[in-house]
């Protein structure tokens, strides 16, 4: 048996990295950064003001009157150049004039028609926001980084409408079974509905990939062989299921038959043991466990690390998290066990229920509470690692 870290950088070692594409900012959410993107202009380009108000040309004292000399608003600066003793009436965002050195808020003056007095101590803050205060022009974000909401208002504000990003992963999908049939299909008797497969599917859309679901293939050979050639133009294939070493466990064989190279690992680690690796053409492959949970944390565990190096991010485990147990756990064997788990501001707490074929304590679950290979017993208010789902 090799250890999950082992492995996940067995998978690294073969990941390919995908080439880069330019799309526009709207496309560009959860998208992973490839070039920089570099400002073309300061933010704010001008001495902006802060507040609703009017600017002085220095701090008053209360009492002071000033003369209003004129407006501006946002979007629309105020030719002139402020003199001692006027004011002018000044809006957020708008452009604060030579020879203005503070706004005052309007709440803290009183004004008739045109005079205007200070009725309030108007404090210290000066309400002017400095021309580049965000960012100077030619200020960069660096890449690569997967491109949040927040990022998209940074580069929207850097003037800059197209980013360079990694290609999305194409990711073909096999689920091999005879017992499997499609969700809405009428199952036989002894036949199952395939539930992992769009399990994976929606975890791979979210770590950034195309995914194609292919039909199910049958444990023949010819029907792996039809799915491996629908796989075609893949950057990675995941098989799920079919990789043990029962008689109808076909994948390796007929992977091998293509020529494909190909490793096999048992990897120390609760639920989801067995995992095939290797490359078939220009493509990676991954067999993963057919039981549903094992999929699914083996998805998690190692495919969505990979999908995340092919986009050009570091090659990593999935971040961990840190809580406090709210029970205590007896000792762990000599596998990494990924217990479902719920997270609370409290603390976690593993399910009693840890059998590896239930969907439903996993869909319950909120996280992976991670054992240490031979983890000694753990008490109330350990503090122990996590992987939120
Ligand atoms: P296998 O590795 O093919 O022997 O599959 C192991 C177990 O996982 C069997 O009970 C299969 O019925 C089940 N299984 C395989 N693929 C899927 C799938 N896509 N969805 C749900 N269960 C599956
Ligand atoms: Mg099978």
């Not at 199952?192 to 791979?204: E, K, M, W």
């Not at 490359?279 to 492959?285: H, K, R, S, V």
């Amino acid at each position: 048996m090799i250890t999950v870290a082992e492995a996940l950088a067995a998978l690294f070692a073969l990941a390919p990295r995908m080439g880069t594409e330019t799309v526009a900012l709207r496309q560009a959410a959860g998208r992973v950064l490839a070039a920089p993107v570099v400002a073309t202009r300061a933010q704010p380009p001008f001495a902006a003001s802060a507040m609703d108000g009017y600017a002085l040309t220095a701090h008053p004292q209360v009492g002071d009157r000033f003369q209003v000399v004129g407006e501006a608003q946002a979007g629309r600066h105020w030719p002139g150049q402020l003199m001692t003793g006027e004011a002018l009436r000044i809006f957020t965002g708008a452009p604060v004039p030579d020879g203005a050195n503070f706004v005052v808020i309007q709440e803290d003056t009183s004004r008739m028609s045109t005079e205007l007095t200070i009725a309030r101590d108007p404090g210290d803050g000066d309400n002017i926001r400095p021309a580049g205060a965000d960012f100077a022009a030619g200020a960069t974000l660096t890449a690569p980084r997967r491109l949040r909401p927040a990022d998209l208002a940074l580069i929207a504000a850097m003037n800059v409408p197209r980013v360079t990003v990694a290609r999305r992963p194409e990711v073909s999908l096999i689920s091999t079974g005879d017992e499997l049939v499609m969700p809405g299909d009428e199952p036989g008797p002894d036949q199952i509905v395939a539930s992992n497969t769009f399990g994976l599917a929606a975890l791979f859309t979210a770590a950034g990939a195309q995914v194609r679901v292919l039909p199910i293939a049958r444990d023949s050979h010819k029907a792996i062989m039809q799915a491996f050639d629908l796989a075609a133009g893949a950057d990675l294939i995941v098989t799920i299921g079919g990789a043990s070493v029962g008689d109808h466990d076909l994948v390796a064989p007929v992977v091998q038959s293509l020529g494909a190279t190909l490793g096999f690992h048992k990897v120390a680690m609760r639920p989801g043991k067995p995992l095939m690796a290797g490359q078939i053409g220009a493509a990676m492959l991954i067999g993963l466990p057919g039981n549903p949970v094992s999929a699914m944390v083996c998805g998690h565990v190692f495919v969505a690390p990979v999908l995340a190096a092919m986009q050009g991010l570091p090659a990593t485990p999935v971040p961990r998290h840190r809580a406090a147990l709210l029970a205590p756990l007896p000792a762990n064997g000599p596998r990494e066990h990924y217990m479902r788990a719920q997270v609370s501001p409290d603390g976690i707490m593993a399910f009693d229920r840890q059998d590896s074929a239930l969907l439903t304590v996993l869909a319950e679950a909120n996280a992976l509470l991670v054992r240490p290979v031979n983890d000694g017993p753990r008490n109330l208010g350990d503090v122990v690692d996590y992987i939120p789902l």
